[in-house]
């Protein structure tokens, strides 16, 4: 039987924006979900793909989403550019019910299924129809009913539909950041859009991550500021650029002391998220103040 696409049913939100209401039957209820944020270039697939594989090696069953049109969230785990949902679609004509798992899952190291979205070119279409699609793809062929954990790596801070589409799923939503100017400044951009999806949603702020980053000194003061609070830091070390190279995770590259460090954060970091991190209750500033606020000496 074919699925019809059902149409979104436009709602209003108390701030006056239109915004887009969530099929119930599309919801994840069957695994913990995190959406991974972060200005673009922050190292949110690195990231996510680490964290994937640390949820793995605790002994869940995992699930990483990609929702970059870039699709490359899981090259790292799977060693390839991963065939995407809109292409697996396009090729039966949008019939959904002809394609099979393997056309659009690949299974990556440590047994973490892999998934990329895919997305129109640029200028051409709402990445959020394509999370939606995904979700809807997974669930009607009962993909989700065997998976513990999902993580959703999120395109940059981009205000649009396939920015704020994963929050309508995820239990959780982490921020990667840099201790800078710019990557704070992005970080309190999608503190705002996360608080404002926690109206109508269950999304909740879990924490941030520090990454690329030798200290966390103006991380941890806007932390106070906001309410939020540091869950993980990894450092800005050769050995990630290397893995990115050699299309690995940090967990297949050659064993060192400062790697082990590293891999024992992203453990760490997994048991963390696993075992239920309260909610950050955080409170975004206005632009002009988090200008005034931040700044080095």
């Given at each position: 039987m074919n699925i019809a696409i059902r149409n979104p049913v436009?709602?209003?939100?108390?701030?006056?924006?239109?915004?887009?209401?969530?099929d119930p039957d599309d919801r994840i209820e069957t695994a913990k979900v995190f959406a991974v944020y972060g200005k673009g270039g922050i190292g949110k697939s690195t990231t996510s793909s680490?964290?994937?594989?640390?949820?793995?090696?605790l002994g869940k069953r995992v699930l990483q989403i990609g929702c970059d049109p870039k699709h490359d969230s899981t090259f790292t785990l799977t060693k390839r550019l991963a065939p995407t949902v809109i292409d697996a679609l396009e090729s039966v004509n949008f019939h959904s019910e002809e394609l099979r798992p393997e056309d659009f899952v690949v299974e990556g190291y440590n047994g973490?299924?892999?998934?990329?979205?895919?997305?129109?070119?640029?200028?051409?279409?709402?990445?959020?129809?394509v999370v939606g699609q995904t979700v809807k793809l997974l669930k009607e062929h009962h993909l989700l009913e065997d998976t513990d954990v999902v993580v959703f790596d999120v395109?940059?801070?981009?205000?649009?539909?396939?920015?704020?589409?994963?929050?309508?799923?995820?239990?959780?939503?982490l921020i990667v950041t840099a201790n800078d100017f710019d990557s704070i400044f992005a970080m309190n951009r999608i503190v705002a859009a996360i608080?404002?999806?926690?109206?109508?949603?269950?999304?909740?702020?879990?924490?941030?991550?520090?990454?690329?980053?030798?200290?966390?000194?103006?991380?941890?003061?806007?932390?106070?500021?906001?309410?939020?609070?540091?869950?993980?830091?990894?450092?800005?070390?050769?050995?990630?650029r290397r893995s990115r190279l050699k299309k690995s995770t940090l967990f297949e590259m050659d064993p060192t002391p400062e790697l082990k460090a590293?891999?024992?954060?992203?453990?760490?970091?997994?048991?963390?998220?696993?075992?239920?991190?309260?909610?950050?209750?955080?409170a975004p500033m206005k632009d002009r103040d988090l200008f005034e606020f931040l700044g080095f000496d």
């Open positions: 436009p709602i209003r939100r108390e701030e006056g924006s239109l915004q887009v209401s969530l680490n964290l994937s594989v640390a949820f793995s090696k973490v299924k892999c998934v990329e979205a895919g997305g129109p070119p640029a200028g051409t279409g709402c990445g959020g129809y395109l940059g801070d981009v205000v649009c539909g396939g920015f704020a589409s994963p929050l309508q799923h995820a239990d959780r939503a608080h404002s999806k926690s109206k109508n949603y269950g999304v909740r702020l879990g924490g941030v991550i520090a990454n690329r980053s030798a200290g966390t000194d103006e991380i941890d003061r806007f932390n106070a500021a906001v309410g939020l609070r540091r869950l993980a830091h990894f450092p800005d070390l050769d050995v990630v590293v891999t024992d954060e992203y453990m760490r970091l997994a048991e963390t998220l696993w075992a239920g991190a309260d909610p950050c209750e955080a």
